[in-house]
């Protein structure tokens, strides 16, 4: 929607109206019918934009309509209008069967294909009152279009010789943007959709106080106050248990209603037309047309933050979190997290967090299917990490007791860490690095528990990448390590200075078997390690040897470790994925990242560096007897240390 209409605390700007069909089909005299009230015989072929004043409307929000050409050429500028509507009337002429076609065979489908998501009325003009048409309903036309598009709101047919059917088509149209139907309420099931459910199962939790999940009289009443300010009588109570008992006897006791009555309270709502009634409580308790939370209710300044601090979850938070696995254990008597379990937890949320990437299988799950507390809070630590409001949104769905800003806090900007030569960071976050084929997701997969060669099943491969766990530092110590693996492109893949900013430590893995893919390991480090200097956003570097399960080339570990000790960073880590030896690489990062002073490769930033000596071929340098070709980058790094 291109305006915050109807929405919490938003401001009352005027809805646009787009009204567009065939020409004949009465879309300028329609408009000039219901701003001024009456018919005119002669009408512009095209109207400016007309206001229509907001007491037309039961709601005090102005409107704007804009009327739209006919003519072929036009189809530009009528496409740019309907991008910007906010609702759409769509008309036909009832003597016009030609019209009627035109609904479902062009412009249907084109609000389709440009994905336009917003209410449409299909507006019917009555020209022949005393004739055939007379005696077709606009129901009989329409039914069978609105079944193949549901994103119909509703049809109405209007009349020159009834000017109240004029206005309220545009009353529909409004009342379709303010209290939209689509996303609460399913026509063809006649039942409420799955979002609306979750918010009013919220609703319901967040008002009943006691451990049984009746809403009593009492609590009935406040939810009233709250959204109408104006208080039930005991009796009004007690005829509302009546009445849902009645129709529903599970939805009511002699204490109150149930969660299935109150879900059914809200049905009943919207199949007796008062829809705005139902939209008002879920604004109150701060839902916006999507049935998700509105940004007010998320404390965005709570992780303001410059590029390389984080933001992690607080110990309060992190207790609640083990809270609620508890309370899903003594309900469930399971020892892990599953899919029911999960269901559960999440019913109060719009969907689960975790169904799409980067969150879905990038943490270790279970043999049946589940996960453990720690890939649960890992999950949470990620989702925190990359994305704060999302972590807040979601914690407040599921019924985080406190105030949301003490869910999490800032850490320490990385550049005062190294000038304390220390971190305290208890979520590590990890770049991957390195060329095609070096064994990258072959590490990520190991360290959340998959097999040697299982896909990555985490996207496509322009999606990032991540695997996220737990790691004993000390006996007592576990911290958070977040792995992202960066797509390399041979057309080259570094990152922006924010985003590498959020680097805690990079390590560039190589095949220990292939010089090659040494070779753009060194060249990538030396450009990763000098952009990032440059940015000021510096960061320990290792290299990891992977693939040593298999012969490596020659004189690869002396020449990598030579490389090592001359840029000042640690020798190589030999591992191998496929034999599950890992010579403790996950303790060793976020050792380095403890330390981020230490581990920074010396070399000279490309501010300073000259070029004009140096070619990109590959150079020749002797050791001994033996002649070992290296990359350029390889060179830069040797030499940037041998002269600073």
Wanted: hydrophobic share 40%; with cysteine; glycine share 4%.
């Amino acid at each position: 929607m291109r305006l915050g209409v109807g929405e919490p605390r938003g401001s009352l700007k005027p809805i646009r109206i787009v009204v567009v069909g065939e020409k004949g089909t009465g879309k300028s005299s329609l408009i000039k019918a219901a701003a001024d009230g009456f018919f005119h015989s002669k009408v512009p072929p095209l109207l400016p934009h007309t206001n229509l004043p907001s007491e037309l409307s039961s709601d005090p929000i102005p409107a704007t309509i804009v009327d739209t050409s006919s003519r072929p050429k036009d189809k530009g500028k009528v496409i740019k209008e309907v991008k910007e509507a906010d609702a759409i009337v769509l008309t036909f002429a009832f003597d016009r069967q030609e019209t009627v076609d035109r609904l479902s065979e062009y412009w249907l489908p084109l609000f389709r294909q440009l994905e336009v998501r917003v209410p449409i009325i299909v507006a019917g003009y009555k020209v022949d009152v005393n004739g055939v048409y007379n005696q077709i309903s606009i129901e009989q036309i329409t039914t069978p279009i609105m079944q193949q598009y549901r994103e119909i709101e509703t049809s109405i047919e209007w009349s020159a010789q009834d000017l109240n059917q004029a206005r309220d088509v545009f009353n529909h149209a409004q009342q379709a943007v303010i209290h939209p139907l689509g996303p609460i309420y399913d026509q063809e099931t006649h039942s409420l959709k799955p979002r609306c459910v979750a918010a009013l199962k919220r609703i319901f939790r967040l008002s009943s106080h006691n451990r049984h999940f009746i809403l009593n009289d009492a609590e009935l009443n406040d939810i009233q106050v709250h959204c109408f300010d104006k208080p039930l009588t005991h009796s009004q109570c007690k005829e509302i248990r009546k009445s849902v008992q009645v129709r529903c006897p599970q939805g009511a006791t002699e204490k109150g209603l149930t969660l299935d009555g109150f879900l059914f309270l809200s049905t009943d709502l919207i199949e007796q037309g008062r829809i705005r009634t139902l939209w008002t409580i879920l604004r109150k308790f701060g839902y916006k047309n999507d049935l998700r939370l509105a940004d007010y209710m998320i404390p965005y300044s709570s992780f303001k933050r410059e590029a390389d601090q984080s933001v992690e979850l607080t110990d309060k938070a992190i207790r609640f979190l083990w809270e609620v696995v508890y309370e899903l254990i003594d309900k469930y008597g399971v020892t892990n997290l599953g899919p029911h379990e999960m269901g559960y937890l999440f019913q109060t949320s719009p969907e689960s967090p975790w169904n799409e990437a980067p969150y879905k299988d990038a943490a270790e799950i279970t043999k049946n299917g589940g996960l453990s507390f720690e890939a649960f809070l890992s999950l949470w630590s990620l989702m925190t990490l990359i994305d704060p409001a999302r972590s807040l949104e979601y914690l407040i769905y599921i019924r985080y007791p406190y105030d949301p800003s003490s869910a999490i806090h800032v850490t320490r900007r990385r550049e005062l860490d190294r000038k304390e030569q220390n971190s305290e960071r208890k979520v590590v976050q990890c770049f991957v690095f390195g060329p095609n084929n070096a064994g990258k997701s072959a590490l990520l997969n190991r360290f959340i528990g998959r097999s040697y060669d299982e896909e990555n099943r985490n996207g496509s491969a322009h999606e990032e990448h991540y695997a996220v766990n737990m790691v004993r530092v000390t006996a007592n110590t576990k911290k958070t390590l977040v792995m992202k693996e960066i797509q390399y492109r041979e057309d080259g893949f570094l990152l922006s200075d924010e985003s590498l900013a959020a680097c805690d430590v990079a390590i560039f893995v190589y095949d220990s078997s292939d010089e090659s893919s040494w070779k753009r390991a060194i060249d990538l480090l030396a450009e990763v390690a000098a952009t990032s200097k440059d940015a000021g956003f510096e960061f320990p570097c290792l290299m990891v040897a992977a693939k040593t399960d298999l012969d490596s080339f020659p004189m690869a570990i002396q020449e990598s470790t030579r490389v090592a000790q001359d840029i000042g960073i640690e020798a190589p880590i030999p591992i191998s994925s496929k034999l599950r030896d890992f010579d403790n690489l996950f303790l060793k990062i976020l050792t380095s990242a403890e330390h981020p002073h230490l581990g920074i490769p010396a070399i000279k930033s490309k501010k300073k560096r000259s070029f004009k000596l140096i070619n990109r071929s590959l150079m020749a340098i002797s050791m001994g007897s033996a002649a070992l070709i290296v990359g350029l980058a390889s060179f830069r790094l040797y030499a940037g240390r041998k002269q600073s």
